[in-house]
């Protein structure tokens, strides 16, 4: 098959825009005239460093990062930063509340989803002690499953009244699209489904504000982030909306940039060099070597999207497509041949996921969706069913294509019923 016959719908890596990729292509031959290619270029050259602040300032520019923050570039994706969040807020909670005892010690996270989840569970490793050593705690402040209809599964956000935050946690984290469960909380701050910023308990008198984590991998530049200068850090993989695989993104509120060796002295675990935010900031992201392609798609892209006029065009284009998506959903609903995973409210705009009402017709919907070109459609190994990821590079040409095809599908089932 030749590209255009081909639809990647897959939840990253995912589709790239080909004109991001054409100029890639000659950079990787001959990199702004130096003869040399970009994957060949050293990291520490005056070229490299040019770039590395051009993606710098073209995401502050689409999305409106105030001074207070910090834009580095890092490695070890979503995961990576499980650890890395951990480490890093607990040397700053070191060095804010030496006296305060580990087990006193509390972080809050919101789960949504399977990558929040995750995130907890990686807290609770990074938290144990030895036998009998009590340390720091977790703090489930809601968790979505216990609110779904089996009482297992992540269906939507929960109900506000139901969140319950930590008087003076050391951090508060949150996953803001969950891409395998394909539940989002909404950017509309009147929906039942936004996140309760009301809700994020004050900062004590004479306290540093209490730092917010936003894990925002598949949801970064499809739409404004809502109160983006109220948290300490935002993070993203840039392989869903941005890039290729390997550059993590992060936004980081300069008070968090904490020396986190001098934060062992107060009794804080050590954290690895190149996982140091301050680190990084000290050395404007080029510690050590990069990744520098991913870097550079990635600044290709952005500056791609600032030129089709940024992120309210991005938002304008995504709110359609999505829309679309679900509509044809729905329809498949209602026609009793699709059921849709996620609560209204609650659907994310990426990642579309739905199962088959007959699950002997799902492999039927596979095996056709490959036939037209679509790819990348089947569920998370975890969680199975469909899964189509319309990130920013869906066309809405592509997505016309996606949407004949769930109803073609559905007159198909309707008529052998």
């Not at 050259?45 to 051009?54: D, R, V």
């Not at 710098?56 to 070890?76: A, K, W």
């Not at 929040?116 to 968790?143: C, I, M, T, Y």
């Not at 269906?155 to 969140?163: A, L, T, V, Y």
Request: glycine fraction near 8%; include cysteine.
């Amino acid at each position: 098959m030749q590209r255009e016959q081909v639809i990647n719908l897959a939840a990253g890596p995912s589709q790239l825009p080909p004109p991001v990729l054409e100029k890639a292509a000659a950079g990787l031959l001959n990199y702004e005239g130096t003869g040399i290619g970009l994957a060949e270029l050293s990291h520490r050259s005056p070229e490299f460093k040019a770039l590395t602040e051009s993606l710098e300032q073209s995401i502050r520019t689409i999305l409106d990062v105030p001074p207070t923050h910090s834009i580095l570039f890092t490695q070890g994706g979503g995961c990576g930063q499980f650890s890395a969040v951990v480490l890093n807020l607990l040397a700053r909670h070191h060095i804010l509340y030496p006296n305060l005892k580990d087990e006193e010690r509390i972080a809050d996270y919101v789960i949504t989803g399977s990558w929040s989840k995750k995130a907890a569970d990686e807290a609770r490793v990074l938290f144990s002690r030895p036998e009998g050593v009590p340390g720091p705690k977790v703090n489930v402040v809601v968790d979505a499953r216990q609110h779904s209809e089996s009482g297992k599964s992540f269906e939507g956000i929960p109900p506000h009244e139901k969140f319950h935050f930590s008087p003076e946690p050391a951090y508060i984290y949150y996953c803001e699209n969950e891409t395998v469960d394909g539940v989002q909380f909404s950017s509309d701050p009147d929906s039942p489904a936004a996140f309760p910023f009301h809700l994020l308990p004050p900062s004590a008198p004479d306290s540093a504000p209490i730092p917010l984590i936003g894990d925002h991998s598949s949801s970064f530049l499809s739409r404004p982030i809502p109160n983006l200068a109220q948290h300490a850090l935002i993070y993203a993989g840039a392989q869903k909306n941005v890039g290729p695989s390997g550059l993590t993104i992060l936004i980081v509120r300069k008070d968090l940039l904490v020396d986190t060796v001098a934060a062992t002295k107060f009794g804080a675990t050590p954290v690895p060099t190149t996982m140091s935010y301050k680190t990084l900031a000290d050395n404007s992201s080029l510690y050590h070597t990069p990744p520098m392609f991913s870097m550079y798609v990635s600044l290709l892209a952005v500056q791609y999207y600032l030129e089709k006029g940024g992120i309210e065009e991005l938002r304008k284009a995504n709110e359609i497509k999505q829309r679309r998506v679900y509509e044809a959903l729905d329809e498949g609903v209602q026609a009793g041949v699709f059921h849709g995973k996620v609560q209204a409210h609650s659907r994310s705009w990426m990642n579309v996921t739905f199962v088959l009402s007959n699950p002997d017709a799902e492999k039927r919907f596979l095996e056709e969706a490959q036939q037209i070109g679509l790819r990348g459609v089947k569920g998370h190994r975890s969680v199975g069913g469909i899964r189509f990821s319309i990130y920013n590079a869906v066309t809405n040409a592509q997505v016309d294509t996606i949407v004949a095809f769930m109803r073609k599908f559905v007159q198909g089932e309707a008529i052998k019923a």
